[in-house]
């Protein structure tokens, strides 16, 4: 018969096992919902930051259109009153303005690209920086490791129990046939 110490040291080993896989599959199932927050944020910052960018954008091209609406209308009017001005004196002035105009317009664009430019360049690293700080890496389940684990954890209890009979003695087969301390020897031989 059994002997209920191995047993109960069986049954623990067999739940051991599967505490160790219930725990590891919860810690997984943690991390893919941890990488999952993470990735939404991402995207989130991604997408908030990309408006951002499409809003300066176009309220920078807004100011140029305004801009080239009023310069037609001031040409227009200068165009009018060139009676008043002549040759060399109108054509410095009209270059001066167009000058100006032209400044400005390229400052804006400037403007525009270093936003795309910092954005490619800053925005977009920093974003997925801290994609990867709040990230982690999903462990995997290992039921090898955690059988191992419990068939050593009985191995142990086993060689215990086995080594406790030795030292009290009380380890005597009745049933191991052929040899002078059994139980059931009758001095025969084959």
């Known amino acids: 018969m059994c002997n209920p110490t191995l047993i109960v040291a069986g049954a623990s080993a067999v739940l051991q096992y599967q505490v160790q896989t219930a725990q590891q599959k919860a ?4 991390q893919e919902r941890q990488n999952e927050i993470a990735l939404r944020n ?26 080239e609406k009023k310069s037609r209308k001031k040409r227009s009017i ?26 400005y317009r390229n400052r804006v664009l400037g403007n525009i690209e270093r936003s795309k430019f910092n954005y490619l360049q800053g925005t977009l690293p920093a974003i997925d920086n801290q994609y990867d700080a709040q990230s982690t890496m999903v462990s995997p389940v290992t039921r090898g490791y955690n059988a191992m684990s419990s068939s ?7 060689y215990d129990y ?19 301390e059994s139980l059931y020897y009758d001095g025969w031989e084959d």
């Open 162 to 180: 086995k080594a406790k009979q030795n030292r009290y003695g009380t380890n005597a087969d009745p049933y191991d046939y052929g040899t002078s």
């Open 152 to 158: 050593l954890s009985f191995a142990s209890t086993y």
């Open 27 to 30: 810690i997984k199932q943690q």
């Open 78 to 103: 200068f165009k009018t009153n060139r009676e008043n001005f002549t040759g060399n004196t109108y054509d410095s002035l009209l270059a001066n303005y167009y000058d100006t105009e032209g400044t």
């Open 42 to 67: 991402r995207n989130a910052k991604i997408t908030s930051s990309q408006r951002q960018l499409i809003e300066k954008t176009k309220a920078r091209l807004t100011r140029i259109g305004d801009a």
